[in-house]
C-alpha cells in the first residue's frame, strides 16, 4: 500500500498513536462499527502496535487478551475486516474503527457481537423541543 493509499504518513502515525491514552496494561477499547450502516459489531482491544498495524495495512488487527498474540481479523475465519476510518474520542482513550465486514464479525459466528440476549432498561423520553417533558 502506497503512502497516499494509506493517507498518513509513518510521522502522522506515530503522531496519532502518541495521543491515545492507553490503560496501564497499555490497551484501549477499539469500537468497531459497518462503515456504511453505522452498525456496531465488536469492541475489542489494541495496543500500540496493533493500531499501527490497522492504521497503516487497511486490514483490522487487535490484540487477544486471552491469547496474548495479535490477531488480524480474518485470517483464520476468512470474517475480515477492511479498514475504511478511525477516530478517537474526546478523550483520546477509546477508538472508533470503521470497516467493510467481510462475514461474521463474531466468534460465535453471528453478525454482530450484540446480537445476545437484550437487557432490560427503563426506556427513557427525551423532554420536547419547548424544553417541557414529552
Known amino acids: 500500500m502506497t503512502e497516499a493509499q494509506q ?4 510521522p502522522d502515525v506515530e503522531a ?3 495521543q491515545v491514552a492507553f490503560t496501564a496494561e497499555g490497551l484501549a477499547p477499539a469500537i468497531v462499527q459497518q462503515w456504511d450502516t453505522r452498525e456496531v459489531l465488536m469492541l475489542a482491544w489494541v495496543d500500540a502496535e496493533a493500531l499501527r498495524r490497522t492504521l497503516t495495512s487497511g486490514r483490522a488487527t487487535y490484540w487477544s487478551r486471552s491469547r496474548q498474540e495479535y490477531w488480524r481479523k480474518g485470517d483464520t475465519s476468512g470474517h475480515a475486516q477492511y479498514v475504511k476510518s478511525a477516530a478517537l474520542d474526546c478523550d483520546a482513550d477509546t477508538l472508533l474503527v470503521r470497516v467493510e465486514q467481510i462475514g461474521a464479525a463474531c466468534h460465535t459466528g453471528t453478525r454482530t457481537c450484540f446480537d445476545g440476549d437484550p437487557v ?3 426506556v427513557g423520553d427525551a423532554p420536547d423541543a419547548s424544553g417541557g417533558d414529552a
Open 120 to 122: 432490560p432498561v427503563v
Open 16 to 18: 496519532r498513536i502518541a
Open 7 to 10: 493517507g498518513q504518513s509513518e
